[in-house]
């Protein structure tokens, strides 16, 4: 099988253009009393891509079609000091330029559109270069960590992923979407399905060649509904997974329809607390997921954000002359004693967050991020920081192109885990401490969009709160502002309970993190208040029993 692959990997038309074209630009690229490049890398996604979006039972959107895409990355300078990771004002350019190539072999064409993009990212590397250099010159102190870490020349064989079945995929979507006929309380609905099928390609100066499968399905089935008072949530229930097949069963996607069905109707109908709650809160499920992904993973992220130039004697200045390293330092305490943080990418195959490689050609590794509560290490590109000088291996392209350090397959495990009653006993004596009849339960956030990198989106609001009472009897509220959900009640958690994993999209990138539910001893919900449009005066049709008319 190896000898198979390696015979058509050594014909493909594509990579063998983009290679000679890369070699080309190493060595002919400059400009007069310019520097040469030193570095020169292309990463490639090469895919069959399928967007199908389906409500009650009808097709909205069904888009299919192949994508090609390059990005060229050239670095003007040397390692210790170089042209990328630099930003002389609001948007300017880092000498990384995408550029979509032709469809089909056509070498030539390929050729043309590489030459034009690495031109296009040599030039703005050299200017980019010589900004930072006449930044730097009124620094009053200088920066001595390097600027970029140079890998070795590798070699990894990987597959294409297959394309995905359009026919299938729109036939699925539609289907369960038909099932929110059944909810007419739910106001708005739809169900989104993605699917990708291809392969990335990372080539680079130094003879590095890598190329991994690109495989992937996103199923995002999403519900919104409205309150008598007008205010409105959203729901949505994700499933991820790398091919078709291991997607669930359509009667276990239907129940999800179900659950959002349920989830929303019960908010509608939850209490408003007229006074402020003081006490303990336990998070669990995807809110707890949630919770760790953006008041800790965030600061995990070890990638320096790009230089700016230092305010000066300017009255105004639109950049920042801050530290760009914005991670947790080394040694500092963010967990409760006996925690741990781990990535492994490679741990779970049918994950569509699997990766052998990152997006530099860098192998996956394993790492443990936090050990004892403690932090002992960031996600890593090629990118130094001044804590940590080599790459781990989880380097994933930003929006602007440039690779920095992110989740991959991240696990939080407490050091112990207590069962559903224990947690309940404890939240009741926490409780009786402020003079509470009960504790509250997060359970789900309203939907959002997370960002891979930043992770944080504004406007999130609880879906699925509830009141708990000495005997278990649960009472829904809503209209609460949460507050005390910070890293330091984090840090001072009490307990911790049953883990829950959850795949996130950002992008056409993939994450997953498995966190467990999480006890803290004190957070204020206070009453929320503001003005909304009311609901529509004429019930919706769905309402209406089509056997009867009425």
Known sequence: MIALLAAAWAQDPIVTALQEELQRSMSELVLPDSPR???????????????????????????????????????????????????????????????????????????KDAWLGSDAAYKEGVANL?????????????????????????????????????????????????????????????????????????????????????????????????????????????????????????????????????ALTSWQAATIPEEPYIGPLLVEGSAAVDLFRRRILTELQGTPDPERPVSGTRRISFGSSGSPERAYALKRRILPRGWTITDDPQSDPRSPAWRTHDDEGTPTQAIELVTDGIVRTHYMSRTPSSAIAQSNGHGRSDRDYTVRGSPMVTELHPDRTATRRRLHKEALKITATYGNDHYLVLRRYESDIPDLFRMRVPGHEPLE???????????????????????????????????TTEVFRSGSDHFQITAPSVLLDEVEAKPRHGSAEKPPPVASPLAREPSTGR
């Open 37 to 111: 490049p030193y570095f020169v890398a292309y990463r490639m996604k090469e895919a069959w891509n399928i967007e199908v979006r389906a409500s009650l039972g009808g097709v909205l959107r069904d888009t299919v079609g192949p994508d090609r895409r390059l990005v060229a990355e050239v670095r003007v300078g040397s390692p210790e000091y170089d042209s990328v990771n630099f930003r002389s004002g609001y948007g300017s350019e880092n000498g990384l330029v995408a550029t979509d190539l032709v469809i089909g072999d056509a070498p030539l064409a390929v050729r």
């Open 130 to 262: 010589s900004a930072k250099e006449a930044a730097d010159a009124r620094r009053s102190e200088g920066d001595t960590t390097p600027d970029y870490t140079l890998g070795e020349p590798l070699e990894h064989l990987g597959q294409k992923g297959a394309a995905p079945d359009l026919a299938r995929l729109r036939e699925l979507a539609v289907a369960i979407s038909a099932r929110f006929a059944k909810h007419p309380d739910v106001e708005l609905s739809s169900v989104t399905a993605w699917a990708s099928g291809g392969r990335f390609v990372v080539i680079d100066s130094l003879g590095m060649h890598v190329e991994r499968p690109i495989e992937s399905v996103d199923l995002e089935i999403s519900g919104n509904a409205r309150a008598a008072d007008g205010s409105r949530t959203s729901d949505l229930r994700s499933i991820r997974v790398r091919t078709l097949d291991d997607l669930p069963s359509l009667a276990e996607l239907e129940r999800s329809v179900d659950d959002i069905a349920r």
């Open 465 to 499: 709160l509830v009141r708990v009472f000495a005997n278990g009897r649960e009472e829904h509220i809503r209209g609460v502002e949460l507050e005390g959900l910070t890293r330091r009640a984090l840090r001072d958690a009490v307990m911790a309970g049953d883990s």
